[in-house]
């Protein structure tokens, strides 16, 4: 597989610099503030965990499934829950607070839901899984992982639209485009997940892996590379 990675290493540093500013700067020990800085963790460890997966997606025969199971549910958890925090930021922005007693109900069992189905993966297959040429592919419940996220991202912004007028004009742009890039992002990585695969110059190949150890020439899986690359084109 061919995975661009490029956009993980801009969010790594971007992330990773407003951490830097964040715990540099006087600490507010407010709900929204708290909220914020285990967003910010959480996508750098989901941008993290991402980079990590396009190395053993890439040659999942080099690592063992354990490790390939591993990174990618938790870039999933993470990923998943960044957005779940993202709509508590906003809730404790506008009101100071978590949400109503009902808000939490609702929040905390589309938590479960989320982590429940990512955590029994390796059993389940709900959402991955790697079949018997260890590719990765999705499972019956990964549409339901990403509308789950979806409904958490259109909640934010119709929380986010109600109140706007309690926000400053920086609040009110900065999370205009934050939303709209979640949901874009969202939305791109289900219906075009194909195109984020398409990368020739970050090509990782085990030669071990393609080549007949005795003949030294291409084994079956070899062929099979070459023929999916050239269905690709």
Known sequence: MHYVYHFD??????TAMLLVIVYTRKAYPTKSFKAYVIMLWLNLISSGADLFSSFTLSNVSAYPLWINYAVNMLYLLSHNLTSAMFLLYVIAVIRGNYGSKVEKIIFTTIIVAIVGLILSTPLTGLVFSFNENLE????????VLYSLAFIIMFYAFVIFLAYKRKLTTFQMVS?????SLIIFAVL????????????????MTNQEGITDSLKLLGNARSIKTRTADSKTR
């Open 9 to 14: 290493i801009a969010a790594i540093i971007l």
């Open 136 to 143: 990765y592919t999705h499972g019956v419940c990964m549409a």
């Open 188 to 203: 791109f990585q289900y219906f075009f997940k194909e195109i984020l695969k398409t990368a020739p110059e970050i090509r």
């Open 175 to 179: 999370n205009i485009i934050f939303i």
